[in-house]
């Protein structure tokens, strides 16, 4: 109940498609969801969240689509650029933040 | 400059050794957590702590210890009874409650000789 699943584990993307990365959760407790974005070497940093009471998130070429029936939410990067190169772990936790939960985390690769 | 700092940025240490490992944040953050990140495995905490001189295990905290006696520290001791310790270790913080973002250091790479 506990875990957070993610899909794909590694995924190659032209430059200027559309990356798109899954997780699904079973604890419905769950109430806050965000994405970290990790490069090499370096800490993970937050790039958006979501709460459960919105189906979607918008904050430039990066986009959480959330729902909540499925127990499922997705992180879609449009306009994908060899910058973007990084591992990407989707969380979620209880009481709007605090322990997080991660998943196994994406290895997203842009070719030029 | 705010944010978090580990230190040191690469650890060597022999089979039966105790060693520590530095978490040092000045968010004025109440919160704080780490992690042990291994290939394949996403972040996994180990230990977090809500407020000074308490904190509460994660989901793999055998073979590790902390202690937090400074709201800004937040040490983590890998004993000699943890059985695979060579990892990318990850200290955290966040406000509490409704911690929200929580703010990542740049990591330790521990590596067992």
């Known amino acids: 109940q506990q875990q957070v699943k993610q899909s794909p584990q590694s995924l190659i993307v032209q430059k200027g498609g559309i990356s798109i990365i899954n997780c699904a959760y079973e604890?419905?407790?769950?109430?806050?969801f965000p994405w970290y974005q990790q490069f090499p070497g370096k800490g993970p940093a937050l790039l958006i969240a979501?709460?459960?009471?919105?189906s979607e998130k918008k904050e430039g070429r990066f986009t959480i689509s959330f729902n909540k029936s499925a127990k499922q939410f997705s992180l879609h990067i449009m306009d994908s650029q060899p910058g973007d190169s990084a591992t990407y772990f989707c969380?979620?936790?209880?009481?709007?933040?605090?322990?997080?939960?991660f998943g196994q985390g994406t290895e997203l690769s842009v070719k030029p | 400059d705010g944010g978090i700092t580990q230190s040191p940025k690469y650890l060597f240490r022999k089979e039966g050794q105790n060693v520590t490992l530095s978490c040092e944040q000045n968010l004025n953050h109440d919160a704080m957590y780490w992690y042990r990140q291994d290939p394949g495995q996403g972040l996994r905490l180990i230990y977090y702590s809500q407020i000074v001189n308490d904190f509460q295990k994660g989901d793999i905290a055998e073979g590790y210890s902390v202690s937090r006696e400074k709201k800004e520290s937040f040490p983590l001791t890998v004993t000699s009874a943890q059985k695979n310790p060579t990892a990318f270790y990850l200290c955290?913080?966040?406000?509490?409650?409704?911690?929200?973002?929580?703010?990542f250091g740049p990591g330790t790479r521990l590596t067992v000789l």
């Open positions: 979501i709460r459960p009471d919105v």
């Open positions: 969380a979620a936790s209880r009481d709007q933040g605090g322990k997080l939960i």
């Open positions: 955290a913080s966040s406000i509490w409650p409704n911690g929200g973002e929580q703010f």
């Open positions: 604890n419905t407790a769950f109430d806050y």
